[in-house]
T-cell receptor, first 114, second 114 residues
Framework: GDSVTQMEGPVTLSEEAFLTINCTYTATGYPSLFWYVQYPGEGLQLLLKATKADDKGSNKGFEATYRKETTSFHLEKGSVQVSDSAVYFCALARYGGATNKLIFGTGTLLAVQP | GAGVSQSPSNKVTEKGKDVELRCDPISGHTALYWYRQSLGQGLEFLIYFQGNSAPDKSGLPSDRFSAERTGGSVSTLTIQRTQQEDSAVYLC????????????FGNGTRLTVT
Protein backbone atom coordinates (compact mmCIF):
# COMPACT_ATOMS: atom_id res chain seq x y z
CA GLY A 1 0.00 0.00 0.00
CA ASP A 2 0.91 3.66 -0.12
CA SER A 3 3.37 4.92 2.48
CA VAL A 4 5.57 7.88 3.40
CA THR A 5 8.98 7.74 5.05
CA GLN A 6 10.65 10.82 6.43
CA MET A 7 13.87 11.36 8.33
CA GLU A 8 13.70 11.00 12.04
CA GLY A 9 14.34 13.95 14.25
CA PRO A 10 14.94 15.93 16.13
CA VAL A 11 16.84 18.16 13.76
CA THR A 12 18.65 20.91 15.64
CA LEU A 13 20.05 23.86 13.70
CA SER A 14 21.40 27.29 14.38
CA GLU A 15 19.57 30.30 13.01
CA GLU A 16 20.36 31.01 9.32
CA ALA A 17 21.50 27.43 8.70
CA PHE A 18 20.36 25.46 5.65
CA LEU A 19 17.58 22.94 6.23
CA THR A 20 16.82 19.68 4.48
CA ILE A 21 14.22 17.22 5.71
CA ASN A 22 14.12 14.09 3.59
CA CYS A 23 10.87 12.48 2.50
CA THR A 24 10.36 9.49 0.23
CA TYR A 25 7.15 7.77 -0.72
CA THR A 26 5.84 4.49 -2.02
CA ALA A 27 2.77 4.66 -4.21
CA THR A 28 1.46 3.51 -7.53
CA GLY A 29 0.53 6.06 -10.10
CA TYR A 30 0.80 9.78 -9.46
CA PRO A 31 -0.18 10.88 -5.98
CA SER A 32 -0.17 14.48 -4.84
CA LEU A 33 2.47 15.37 -2.24
CA PHE A 34 2.26 17.73 0.69
CA TRP A 35 4.21 19.17 3.58
CA TYR A 36 2.24 20.09 6.69
CA VAL A 37 3.63 21.96 9.69
CA GLN A 38 2.56 21.88 13.33
CA TYR A 39 3.79 24.81 15.40
CA PRO A 40 3.85 24.41 19.19
CA GLY A 41 0.35 24.47 20.59
CA GLU A 42 -1.30 24.78 17.18
CA GLY A 43 -3.05 22.51 14.73
CA LEU A 44 -1.53 21.16 11.55
CA GLN A 45 -1.52 23.51 8.61
CA LEU A 46 -0.58 23.08 5.00
CA LEU A 47 2.87 24.42 4.19
CA LEU A 48 3.17 23.55 0.51
CA LYS A 49 2.09 21.00 -2.08
CA ALA A 50 2.93 19.60 -5.51
CA THR A 51 0.49 17.70 -7.67
CA LYS A 52 2.62 16.27 -10.48
CA ALA A 53 6.16 15.24 -11.28
CA ASP A 54 8.75 18.05 -11.38
CA ASP A 55 6.35 20.50 -9.72
CA LYS A 56 7.95 22.68 -7.06
CA GLY A 57 5.87 23.74 -4.10
CA SER A 58 6.99 26.80 -2.15
CA ASN A 59 5.81 28.89 0.78
CA LYS A 60 7.43 31.00 3.52
CA GLY A 61 10.89 30.37 2.07
CA PHE A 62 10.42 26.60 2.09
CA GLU A 63 10.59 24.56 -1.13
CA ALA A 64 10.07 20.97 -2.16
CA THR A 65 10.26 19.39 -5.62
CA TYR A 66 8.22 16.34 -6.65
CA ARG A 67 10.82 13.87 -7.97
CA LYS A 68 9.14 10.90 -9.62
CA GLU A 69 12.41 9.20 -10.53
CA THR A 70 13.58 9.08 -6.90
CA THR A 71 10.07 9.04 -5.35
CA SER A 72 11.10 11.93 -3.13
CA PHE A 73 9.75 15.26 -1.91
CA HIS A 74 12.50 16.70 0.27
CA LEU A 75 11.80 19.93 2.16
CA GLU A 76 14.43 22.67 2.02
CA LYS A 77 14.94 26.17 3.32
CA GLY A 78 18.02 28.28 2.74
CA SER A 79 18.07 30.14 6.07
CA VAL A 80 15.98 28.96 9.00
CA GLN A 81 14.68 31.15 11.78
CA VAL A 82 13.79 30.40 15.39
CA SER A 83 10.13 30.81 14.40
CA ASP A 84 10.46 27.80 12.05
CA SER A 85 10.75 25.49 15.07
CA ALA A 86 7.91 23.02 14.63
CA VAL A 87 7.07 19.46 13.61
CA TYR A 88 7.01 18.90 9.85
CA PHE A 89 4.95 16.14 8.24
CA CYS A 90 5.30 14.83 4.71
CA ALA A 91 2.12 13.37 3.22
CA LEU A 92 0.68 11.91 0.04
CA ALA A 93 -2.85 11.80 -1.26
CA ARG A 94 -4.67 10.24 -4.10
CA TYR A 95 -7.96 12.04 -4.37
CA GLY A 96 -10.74 10.60 -6.40
CA GLY A 97 -11.58 6.97 -6.96
CA ALA A 98 -11.74 4.59 -4.06
CA THR A 99 -9.69 6.60 -1.60
CA ASN A 100 -9.52 10.22 -0.56
CA LYS A 101 -7.27 10.18 2.45
CA LEU A 102 -3.92 11.70 3.25
CA ILE A 103 -1.19 9.32 4.37
CA PHE A 104 1.35 10.96 6.66
CA GLY A 105 4.91 10.30 7.63
CA THR A 106 5.86 10.15 11.29
CA GLY A 107 6.90 13.80 11.47
CA THR A 108 10.25 15.49 12.00
CA LEU A 109 10.82 17.87 14.88
CA LEU A 110 12.90 20.90 13.93
CA ALA A 111 14.47 22.99 16.69
CA VAL A 112 16.19 26.20 15.63
CA GLN A 113 18.48 27.82 18.17
CA PRO A 114 19.33 31.54 18.16
CA GLY B 1 -13.82 32.52 8.81
CA ALA B 2 -14.04 29.95 11.56
CA GLY B 3 -11.78 26.94 11.35
CA VAL B 4 -12.35 23.36 12.38
CA SER B 5 -13.46 23.26 16.00
CA GLN B 6 -12.92 20.29 18.30
CA SER B 7 -14.13 19.69 21.82
CA PRO B 8 -13.09 19.03 24.45
CA SER B 9 -9.49 20.13 24.03
CA ASN B 10 -8.43 17.77 26.80
CA LYS B 11 -10.11 14.70 28.20
CA VAL B 12 -8.95 12.49 31.05
CA THR B 13 -10.90 9.31 31.58
CA GLU B 14 -10.60 6.09 33.50
CA LYS B 15 -9.90 2.85 31.76
CA GLY B 16 -13.12 1.14 30.74
CA LYS B 17 -15.19 4.31 30.38
CA ASP B 18 -16.71 5.51 27.11
CA VAL B 19 -15.74 8.88 25.62
CA GLU B 20 -17.19 11.08 22.88
CA LEU B 21 -15.11 13.55 20.93
CA ARG B 22 -16.75 16.25 18.86
CA CYS B 23 -15.73 17.92 15.60
CA ASP B 24 -17.37 20.91 13.95
CA PRO B 25 -15.94 21.27 10.41
CA ILE B 26 -15.60 24.39 8.33
CA SER B 27 -18.96 25.38 6.89
CA GLY B 28 -19.39 24.04 3.37
CA HIS B 29 -16.70 21.37 3.68
CA THR B 30 -18.31 18.11 2.65
CA ALA B 31 -15.37 15.87 3.51
CA LEU B 32 -14.45 15.16 7.13
CA TYR B 33 -11.60 13.07 8.49
CA TRP B 34 -10.49 11.75 11.86
CA TYR B 35 -6.83 11.03 12.56
CA ARG B 36 -4.99 9.89 15.66
CA GLN B 37 -1.60 11.29 16.60
CA SER B 38 0.42 9.21 19.02
CA LEU B 39 3.89 10.03 20.28
CA GLY B 40 6.40 8.82 17.73
CA GLN B 41 3.69 7.30 15.52
CA GLY B 42 2.82 10.13 13.21
CA LEU B 43 -0.76 10.60 12.09
CA GLU B 44 -2.88 7.49 11.78
CA PHE B 45 -5.98 7.67 9.57
CA LEU B 46 -9.15 6.53 11.34
CA ILE B 47 -12.25 7.35 9.28
CA TYR B 48 -13.42 9.54 6.42
CA PHE B 49 -16.87 10.94 5.61
CA GLN B 50 -17.79 12.31 2.20
CA GLY B 51 -21.18 13.83 1.64
CA ASN B 52 -23.90 11.18 1.71
CA SER B 53 -21.61 8.31 0.73
CA ALA B 54 -20.82 5.46 3.07
CA PRO B 55 -17.85 6.40 5.27
CA ASP B 56 -14.42 4.86 4.80
CA LYS B 57 -13.87 3.13 8.14
CA SER B 58 -10.77 1.25 7.10
CA GLY B 59 -8.55 2.93 9.70
CA LEU B 60 -10.59 2.26 12.83
CA PRO B 61 -8.33 0.12 15.05
CA SER B 62 -11.08 -1.95 16.68
CA ASP B 63 -14.84 -2.24 17.04
CA ARG B 64 -14.61 -0.11 20.18
CA PHE B 65 -14.19 2.86 17.85
CA SER B 66 -17.10 4.35 15.93
CA ALA B 67 -17.99 7.68 14.41
CA GLU B 68 -21.01 9.36 12.97
CA ARG B 69 -21.69 12.54 11.13
CA THR B 70 -25.10 14.09 11.55
CA GLY B 71 -26.66 16.26 8.88
CA GLY B 72 -23.45 16.32 6.91
CA SER B 73 -21.83 18.62 9.44
CA VAL B 74 -20.85 17.85 13.04
CA SER B 75 -19.10 14.55 13.69
CA THR B 76 -18.68 12.55 16.88
CA LEU B 77 -15.97 9.96 17.45
CA THR B 78 -16.89 7.49 20.17
CA ILE B 79 -14.47 5.19 21.93
CA GLN B 80 -16.08 2.51 24.10
CA ARG B 81 -14.39 0.77 27.02
CA THR B 82 -11.28 2.92 26.68
CA GLN B 83 -7.85 1.36 27.10
CA GLN B 84 -4.57 3.03 28.02
CA GLU B 85 -3.28 2.52 24.48
CA ASP B 86 -6.10 4.79 23.28
CA SER B 87 -4.28 7.76 24.85
CA ALA B 88 -3.40 10.09 22.00
CA VAL B 89 -4.36 13.34 20.31
CA TYR B 90 -7.41 12.89 18.10
CA LEU B 91 -7.43 15.26 15.15
CA CYS B 92 -10.34 16.19 12.95
CA UNK B 93 -9.95 17.74 9.52
CA UNK B 94 -12.25 18.88 6.76
CA UNK B 95 -11.87 19.85 3.13
CA UNK B 96 -13.80 20.85 0.07
CA UNK B 97 -14.39 18.05 -2.37
CA UNK B 98 -12.49 19.78 -5.13
CA UNK B 99 -9.36 18.34 -6.67
CA UNK B 100 -6.36 18.63 -4.36
CA UNK B 101 -8.00 21.05 -1.95
CA UNK B 102 -6.03 20.82 1.31
CA UNK B 103 -7.11 19.42 4.64
CA UNK B 104 -7.86 21.97 7.36
CA PHE B 105 -7.16 20.58 10.82
CA GLY B 106 -8.60 21.38 14.21
CA ASN B 107 -6.35 21.71 17.25
CA GLY B 108 -7.27 18.22 18.41
CA THR B 109 -8.53 16.55 21.56
CA ARG B 110 -5.84 15.18 23.87
CA LEU B 111 -7.22 11.99 25.40
CA THR B 112 -5.56 10.49 28.44
CA VAL B 113 -6.77 7.14 29.73
CA THR B 114 -5.66 6.42 33.29
Amino acid sequence: GDSVTQMEGPVTLSEEAFLTINCTYTATGYPSLFWYVQYPGEGLQLLLKATKADDKGSNKGFEATYRKETTSFHLEKGSVQVSDSAVYFCALARYGGATNKLIFGTGTLLAVQP
Amino acid sequence: GAGVSQSPSNKVTEKGKDVELRCDPISGHTALYWYRQSLGQGLEFLIYFQGNSAPDKSGLPSDRFSAERTGGSVSTLTIQRTQQEDSAVYLCASRLETYNSPLHFGNGTRLTVT
